[in-house]
């Protein structure tokens, strides 16, 4: 693979904060990232995802781990993805295991689909035997990326917070 992930860190600092302001200028969010977007301050960002990391698993709280997605031959980061260690009640209904994204700049790459690969890894490696992921309906390029990775689509659903229809996919870890 050209890829690999990294667990988020300070030496990441001044590169996450071009690929957030990358985000920015392309009006987007960034998935798979715990709200990157919504930091102005790395150090607060980073010590919310270590916080996220320990937390205890229940009902509405699960532990997350959140990686940035490095191409191997520059070192850049091309994405951010997070891996949810169970799911929440909420993260059942839509969300799943899994929030990722791929740096505006280098879509259509292939980068997704390795990345979620990847991912899959981290998630057996944890001891899970499937992970579930859903994204708003009509992202074809997510939907792409699933399959490719095994994902067996269970059907829509409605996040009444967002207004909108997602889409649900569980994957078994092989």
Partial sequence: ?????????KEYEK???????EYIDY???????SGFIN????????????AQKKNE???INTPATTYFTIRKRDNKIIGSIQLR?????ELEKYGGHVGYGIR??????????????????????????????SYYKGNKASARVIVKNGGIFVGEGF?????????TYWIDIL
């Fill in 15 to 21: 590169q996450a904060m071009a690929y957030r302001q």
């Fill in 57 to 59: 698993c229940s009902s």
């Fill in 104 to 133: 505006p700049s280098e879509r259509g790459k292939g980068y997704g689909t390795q990345q979620l690969a990847l991912i899959l890894a981290k998630a057996k490696a944890l001891g899970l035997s499937q992970i579930m992921i």
């Fill in 27 to 33: 009006g987007e969010k960034i998935n798979g990232s």
């Fill in 159 to 167: 996040n009444e917070a967002k207004g909108r229809v997602t889409e």
């Fill in 1 to 9: 693979m050209v890829i690999e992930l990294v667990e988020v860190s």
């Fill in 39 to 50: 930091y102005e301050n790395y150090d607060d960002w980073l010590e919310k995802i270590f």
């Fill in 85 to 89: 260690h169970h799911l929440t009640d």
